[in-house]
């Protein structure tokens, strides 16, 4: 390996023979060791030339990304760079840039270095003081807390979609050029780009966790709304093709579509779309972009959220797949277990000997502490470390290429990442920094500053060339069917000559080819009503059959409507485990349910064989929609033995909120089970504590599920006849939830108050002030976290005034998704005015996240505001005002109320109040590119030189080293001009003592400079 040049410049001087000794390290050069840094730094970047030497460039914006030519890997090293490489992509098609990003990924999974990557890396944060949509923005989190970028910098399609920054909310065509400004930002950074995706219900209009509509069926082709997902898929394919460098370069993604399949709080889950149903959404939506719209710039993710026995499951195959992912997140109870731990790398284990085998990469493509992220304090002090100590102990599952956490959407249940507090406004920094930074210096974890060379490389590469599939669109491979007539439609291969569909022992009917797909109508025979059925389809080429697919279908016409207070009494499965499978879907460690004839009756009753072991809970659940609101209790019956410590819980979703109540199985239970519905509490990791069943809530039960816990180890249940039910020997539930304890909530900043934080404030005569350096078209927020329940207030008032022409928004952040909702934006002037926000008409108060004041400039008036805050008060009347005001002020009028509520989309960047049902962001509350500007990776270790600079580089052929410099004192990491090494760690300095020198640099009387170079190994 080269060795760096360290050169340290040492200044002395003594003055009337005292001696004041000032060492200073000016810089620490490594010659051969180029980083990535701010994109408008006018960094260098190296490459090697014929000689092996290091050629330096400029890597600016502007200038697109530079060529990095890096020694070919040792995994294909030929000694030459003309040798073609065979890749098994999904787009035989694809740009030289995007088959680079897979070679390289590729690669990484043959060693033991893991990308680390975040979601919203770059807009979102709790110390980004930017506003707006931060489109194009440089800001992190983690390199305030690091020093240096995540290697992977993730978004969404709800950016696309104007949900999420950088999006805009109702203007979809700004949103597009926004997200693709900022994923060009992240390439020209050195980073690589993934996109996942959280679209809205498309027959609904509701959100992505609406699950009624049955969606999947109407999106695809013969539905109803395939022209409106096709649009939707149009925005995805316009984005791809703007992201390009000025060179005209692709920039590729690493698109993920429909995530966490297996679990069935999306749409597209589990529990509303059966296996050859999602096979057929995911195959369509890698079909459209690809071949209707020219994308060939994606690598495409498959990451259903379960391993082993389930993943495989929903598996649209390997002509369609680039990268084999998996999301885990701990548990926030008892993060860093055991458990956990071994069920991580058995997941991931998996992952990797599979990707082996099908030639694909592997990637844990989300994972964090919990799945509503880091606790404020009382975490696991050591989580980051012992999880990926874990992975790397495991020689399979250390070969994951990257590893991706959520957003960063703000303090309680949305912070995945623990922060430096370098703003000085969150008391202080994380108390899981330290450890992260210890992650974040392991010689295998990789930041952007290591992603080393993948673009420009110039490798011969070359894809094996596609092979289509053939499949059935609708109807689905068990679908359950209640019309008499069928639409078909199939997918052939374009060699296929004719396609025909034969209902059982039928004559077939020929399907007719429409924009590329076979379609057709069958009309079943009158006297099928009830029973299992077969489709069979046959793929012609010429007069001979090439291929036949075999589809089960479960017909159910002319049921009668069920009682909407049953939940299941097992009759309706036509005796057929694999249909009661299909209803419930699976949570937790393994469940097997099963029917079985009433001994001596009619009909079925459930088995449920359950075996709880890593996840130490198992569970299946039923989605519906019903209105129970004539019930005040549950009804069963239970036969189960003795389970010894052990517990089942049943839970109900009533109104949007988890109910749960837990029944002791320790001794058995045999015979009918009442539960009062009044006794069912908020599920433990519920945002809504203070939530009770209601009436009112109980016209909407929407889920019902079953969850063993307890000791490890197998047990069995039987039940039957599950259902709501009104006991007269019951109390009657309440119509409404009452009223809550009522105090009013009044801030009259009469002594210091920490609640209340933002830019330059203090508190002091009795209000609080803020200095906001904003030019035009800033915006500044004085907000609290620590406010979680509204409910019970009707106005939120702020009396404020400012020293220059500003306008202000009064802001509250509720439910899961921090769904933001303003008052609308209101003028201040020097005097004090009363500014009011009627929340009576806002849901989710009871889960109130975040509470605040925005504030914005609109002029171009030099200098600071000042913005002085008299009181803050929350009342369910105004009248409480009174007696507020400490002096004769002009009275103020009330602001004026919008017409109706007016709704900003959630983490809507420009707050603009539009007039809708607002939306939630994402299942965590948030809710994804590439440049070669770094240098290959392969080893690292650290040093600690002799002024207890913190370092971490990577040395990947011998031929170029990399510094990883963590600074933990000062916010500025930018390296000094053209040089690649960063300033040491500011450890602070006395004002006083720098005047005195300065003073007797006139007197001095001697003096010496040493100067000395050295060579140093890194």
Known sequence: MKQGMKKQLVLSATVSGIFLFSPVVIAAEEQNAPTVEEVTGGDQVSSENSSGTAALSEATPSQGTPTVTAPISEDTATGQTSETRLLAMTDDQASQETKELYAYLKDLNKKKDILFGQQHALDEGVTLTSEGSRAGSTDSDVKNAVGDYPAVFGWDTLSLDGYEKPGVSGDLKQSIANVSQSMKTAHQLGGIITMSTHPHNFVTGGDFNDTSGDVVKEILPGGSKNEQFNQWLDRIAELAHSLKTDEGQTIPVIFRPFHEQTGSWFWWGESTTNPEQYKALYRYTVEYLRDQKGVHNFLYTYSPGAGNDRYFKTYPGDAYVDVLGIDSYDDKNQPGSDSYIQALKKDTTMLVKEAEARNKIAALTEFGYSAQGLKNTGNTLDWYTRIFNALQKDPAASKIAYMMTWANFGMGNNLYTPYRDVNGNLGGDHELLADFQKFYQDPHSVFLKEVGTIYGTGKSLQTSPHISTRYVIQPGSDSLIKDQTLTIVAKAKTEDTKVTARFNDQAPVSLSLVNGFYTGTITLPENVKR????????????????????????????????????????????????????????????????????????????????????????????????????????????????????????????????????????????????????????????????????????????????????????????????????????????????????????????????????????????????????????????????????????????????????????????????????????????????????????????????????????????????????????????????????????????????????????????????????????????????????????????????????????????????????????????????????????????????????????????????????????
């Open 531 to 1018: 029973e299992v059925a077969h489709l069979v389809f046959d793929y012609y080429q010429g007069d001979k059959i090439v291929e036949s697919q075999n589809y089960r279908l479960y017909i159910k016409r002319g049921s009668q409507p069920q009682d909407p207070l049953v939940v299941d009494d097992f009759e309706d499965y036509l005796g057929e485990r694999d249909l009661l499978e299909r209803a419930y879907s699976s949570n937790g460690d393994p469940i097997v349910m099963s029917l079985e004839k009433r001994q001596g009756q009619d009909g079925y009753r459930l088995v449920y064989d359950y075996q709880l072991d890593r996840n130490g809970y198992a569970g299946r659940q039923l989605s519906f929609d019903k209105d129970w609101s004539v019930a005040n209790a549950i009804q069963f019956e239970l036969d189960a033995d003795q389970q010894s410590n052990r517990h089942l819980t049943v839970q109900i979703q009533v109104g949007g909120v988890s109910f749960e109540k837990d029944i002791d199985l320790s001794n058995g239970v045999h015979g009918l089970v009442t539960i009062p519905l009044s006794e069912f509490k908020p599920a433990q990791w519920e945002s809504h504590q203070s939530a009770q069943i209601t009436k009112e809530r109980l016209k909407k039960v929407t889920q019902f599920a079953l969850y063993l816990g307890g000791d490890k180890g197998k047990g069995q249940l039987r039940m039957d006849t599950i259902k709501a039910i009104t006991d007269p020997n019951l109390a009657t539930l309440p119509e409404k939830e009452a009223d809550k304890t009522y105090e009013a909530k009044l801030y009259p900043f009469d002594q210091e108050s920490t609640d209340w934080q933002g830019e330059g404030r203090t508190v002091s005569d009795g209000a609080l002030h803020a200095t906001l350096a904003l030019k035009k078209d800033d915006k500044a927020e004085i907000k609290v976290n620590q406010i979680s329940d509204l409910s019970s207030y009707d106005w939120y008032v702020v009396r404020v005034k400012a020293s220059q022409p500003l306008s202000a928004k009064l802001f509250i952040k509720v439910g899961d998704s921090w769904q933001w909702v303003d008052s609308g934006s209101q003028d201040l002037s020097k005097d004090y005015k009363e500014l009011r926000f009627d929340l009576s008409s806002i849901e989710h108060r009871d889960a109130t996240r975040e509470v605040g004041i925005e504030f914005y400039k609109s002029s171009d008036e030099a200098g600071d505001s000042e913005v002085t805050i008299d009181y803050i008060a929350f009342v369910k009347s105004l009248d409480e005002l009174v007696g507020l005001k400490p002096k004769e002020l002009p009275e103020s009028q009330p602001s004026p109320l919008p017409e109706k509520e007016e709704y900003t989309e959630p983490n809507s960047p420009e707050g603009d109040p539009i007039e809708t049902q607002a939306k939630p962001t994402d299942e965590k509350g948030q809710s994804d590119f590439k440049g070669a500007t770094q240098s290959p990776i392969t080893s690292k270790k650290e040093e600690t030189d002799s002024q207890s600079q913190v370092s971490k580089g990577t040395v990947a052929d011998e031929k170029s080293t990399v510094s990883k410099v963590m600074e933990v004192e000062e916010p500025n990491f930018d390296s000094q001009k053209q040089g690649h090494s960063k300033l040491l760690p500011n450890t602070g300095s006395n004002p006083s003592l720098l005047a005195i020198i300065t003073g007797m640099v006139f007197i001095m009387l001697a003096g010496f400079i040493k100067v000395f170079y050295k060579n140093d190994k890194f």
